[in-house]
């Protein structure tokens, strides 16, 4: 190889041995622009993610909110042994206010109060319960005592520590939370007017303020309206607050009679 032609090849391997500016550029550009593609696809990801876990969390607090109502609710009026016991001798008369009554007439298993402030109503249920016998109240416990004991389940939604609960008072102790997120509730009372027939219909759903003594130891069913704080608010098409409803039956009276 003469000296000529190896000087031409080392320049020609010099010139391949890097690249331009230009060609740098470029490279980075393209590199910026798969980086920013993949952290948009992070981002949306974790966004998805959060949603979903927001959107299961409101699911279940709908669910345990609206079980913990409706198994209150259906259970409005029991006693037990009525063999030995009547529903006017287990559910006496109860005169003071909130949130142990008032209960006008004895038998009487539900009251409750319609209120226009955004927290919404307010419903006292009770029961008489037996040694052992597995009724839950509102709090979770059962009667594990050697005698039959009172449950006055007092629900309502009300704000602590900045957060707006559904609550419940049992017995006329202090408010209990049981579930977060809950904005309002609204309650209906299904009632029966017309007895020309033998039945369980409902023909009215009135509000607690136009109940007389006669429907309140007359409801048939409970028409529940949760109303909760949309976690998704503020994202486009998405409303500040999801309602729940649901139509709880009282002590399976709905219906035809057997």
Same mark, same amino acid.
Do not use: H
């Given at each position: 190889?003469?000296?000529q032609?190896r000087?031409?090849?080392?320049?020609q =391997?010099a010139?391949?041995?890097?690249?331009?500016?230009?060609?740098?550029m470029?490279?980075?550009?393209?590199?910026?622009?798969l980086?920013?593609?993949?952290?948009?696809?992070?981002?949306?990801?974790?966004?998805?993610?959060?949603?979903q876990?927001?959107l =299961?969390?409101?699911?279940?607090?709908?669910r345990?909110?609206m079980?913990?109502l409706?198994?209150v609710i259906q259970?409005?009026?029991?006693?037990?042994?009525?063999?030995?016991?009547?529903?006017t001798? =287990?559910?006496?008369?109860?005169?003071? #206010?909130?949130?142990l !009554?008032?209960?006008?007439?004895a038998?009487?298993?539900?009251?409750?109060t319609t209120?226009?402030?955004?927290?919404?109503?307010?419903?006292?249920?009770r029961?008489?319960?037996?040694?052992?016998?597995?009724m839950?109240?509102?709090?979770?416990?059962?009667?594990?005592?050697?005698?039959?004991?009172?449950?006055?389940?007092?629900?309502r939604?009300?704000?602590? !520590?900045?957060?707006?609960?559904l609550?419940?008072?049992l017995?006329?102790a202090?408010?209990?939370?049981?579930v977060?997120g809950?904005?309002?509730?609204?309650?209906?009372? !299904?009632?029966?007017?017309?007895?020309?027939?033998?039945?369980g219909a409902v023909?009215?759903?009135?509000?607690?303020?136009?109940?007389t003594?006669?429907?309140?130891?007359?409801?048939?069913?409970?028409s529940?309206?949760?109303?909760f704080?949309?976690?998704? #608010?503020g994202?486009p098409?998405q409303?500040?607050t999801?309602?729940?409803?649901?139509?709880?039956?009282v002590?399976?009276?709905?219906?035809?009679?057997?």
């Open positions: 190889m003469t000296p032609f000087y031409q090849s080392l320049r =391997a010139r391949q041995r890097g690249l331009t500016l230009v060609e740098i470029v490279a980075m550009a393209i590199g910026l622009f980086i920013g593609g993949l952290l948009t696809i992070v981002q949306s990801t974790r966004k998805t993610y959060s949603s876990n927001q =299961a969390q409101l699911q279940d607090n709908e345990l909110a079980t913990l409706g198994d259970a409005a009026g029991y006693f037990p042994d009525p063999t030995t016991n009547t529903v001798g =287990a559910l006496p008369v109860v005169a003071s #206010a909130y949130p !009554g008032p209960f006008a007439t038998g009487q298993p539900i009251t409750g209120s226009v402030a955004l927290a919404g109503d307010r419903i006292i249920v029961f008489l319960t037996a040694p052992n016998d597995g839950i109240n509102c709090t979770g416990s059962s009667n594990t005592t050697a005698a039959n004991a009172m449950y006055t389940n007092a629900f939604v009300a704000t602590i !520590g900045g957060v707006s609960y609550t419940c008072a017995n006329n202090a408010a209990v939370p049981l977060a809950v904005q309002s509730v609204k309650f209906l009372y !299904g009632v029966k007017t017309d007895f020309t027939a033998d039945n023909d009215s759903y009135l509000k607690a303020s136009e109940m003594a006669a429907n309140w130891n007359n409801v048939i069913s409970v529940v309206t949760l109303t704080v949309n976690p998704l #608010a994202q098409n409303p500040a999801i309602a729940f409803q649901r139509v709880v039956s002590m399976n009276r709905a219906g035809v009679k057997t």
